[in-house]
Antibody, heavy 120, light 110 residues
Framework: EVQLVQSGAEVKKPGESLKISCKGSGYSLNNYWVGWVRQMPGKGLEWMGIIYPGDSDTRYSPSFRGQVTISVDKSISTAYLQWSNLQASDTAIYYC?????????????WGQGTLVTVSS | QTVVTQEPSFSVSPGGTVTLTCGLSSDSVSTSHHPSWYQQTPGQPPRTLIYNTITRSSGVPDRFSGSILGNKAALTITGAQADDESDYHCMLYVGGGIWVFGGGTKLTVL
């Protein structure tokens, strides 16, 4: 069964760094775009950015460029979303999602979500 | 900044038909925006319903259909059921490898 498995919930303090992960289970991520989506409490979905593990081609929403870093480790079929200076406003559920293929970056599969709580 | 618009809320009677729309603040939506639709119930990750305007994702019932209606993308649910009560999110391609979600529509079945 094709799955995206995300890392567990995190509780952090403002100013701390964090890296959450998304692993392809049952298939290799290398031939699909992998994206990250934010959902703040009680709000809609926000497209953050996307990476193609095959060549690390990465695109960011203007709203998130410079605020987060998306990366991938092809050898373990895992994508990452990273912050260097968390703020309370980063409190949200973060979903990873994979595309249908190289030339089609709409999402067809989703991870279970990672809850990130930033509080002093 | 590109804004994708959706109705904040909608209601439909059981067995009825409802069409949710997805527009752009400064342009008409076409197939080149590759509209996709996602269903989400509370506490669950999104589920892909429709991608590339009209293609149903695996396992999605055929009472869900996607289209372009006028200058917007549309998701039509025919024969609404109680468990269709969910949030529905659309996503559009805006160029440069970038996508944007709409604000989501909360659908009530009553």
């Amino acid at each position: 069964e094709v799955q995206l498995v995300q890392s567990g919930a995190e509780v952090k303090k403002p100013g701390e760094s964090l890296k959450i992960s998304c692993k392809g289970s049952g298939y290799s991520l290398n031939n699909y775009w992998v994206g990250w989506v934010r959902q703040m409490p009680g709000k809609g979905l926000e497209w953050m950015g996307i990476i193609y593990p095959g060549d690390s081609d990465t695109r960011y929403s203007p709203s998130f460029r410079g605020q987060v870093t998306i990366s991938v480790d092809k050898s373990i079929s895992t994508a990452y979303l990273q912050w260097s200076n968390l703020q309370a406003s980063d409190t949200a559920i973060y979903y990873c999602a994979r595309s249908q293929g190289r030339g089609s970056s709409w999402y067809v599969g989703w991870g279970q979500g990672t809850l990130v709580t930033v509080s002093s | 900044q590109t804004v994708v618009t959706q109705e904040p809320s909608f209601s439909v009677s059981p067995g009825g038909t409802v069409t949710l729309t997805c527009g752009l603040s400064s342009d008409s939506v076409s197939t080149s925006h590759h509209p996709s639709w996602y269903q989400q119930t509370p506490g669950q990750p999104p589920r892909t319903l429709i991608y590339n305007t009209i293609t149903r994702s695996s396992g999605v019932p055929d009472r869900f259909s996607g289209s372009i209606l006028g200058n917007k993308a549309a998701l039509t649910i025919t024969g609404a059921q109680a468990d269709d009560e969910s949030d529905y999110h659309c996503m559009l391609y805006v160029g440069g490898g970038i996508w944007v979600f709409g604000g989501g529509t909360k659908l009530t079945v009553l």
